[in-house]
């Protein structure tokens, strides 16, 4: 009987997933770009741990 009503819903589902990426498609794209950008900020902050520390003037010097 679940089978049954798993097999049935089963493309229900796959129709509704598919709309709501569709039709919420901006959030989506915004969601993967949020996720890489978490991702870049902890590699950076990983790879500048071990990394010499820097005056906040030389760090202001460089945008000049």
Do not use: C, T
């Not at 919420?24 to 520390?53: C, F, H, P, Q, T």
Request: no cysteine; aromatic share 6%; proline share 2%.
């Amino acid at each position: 009987m679940l089978d049954v009503q798993a097999e049935e819903l089963k493309p229900l589902l796959k129709e509704l997933l598919h709309e709501l990426l569709i039709q919420e498609r901006g959030w989506l794209v915004e969601l993967v770009y949020e996720v890489m950008e978490d991702a870049a900020m902890a590699r950076a902050i990983a790879e500048g741990k071990d990394s010499e520390n820097v005056s906040r003037d030389e760090i202001f010097e460089l945008f000049e």
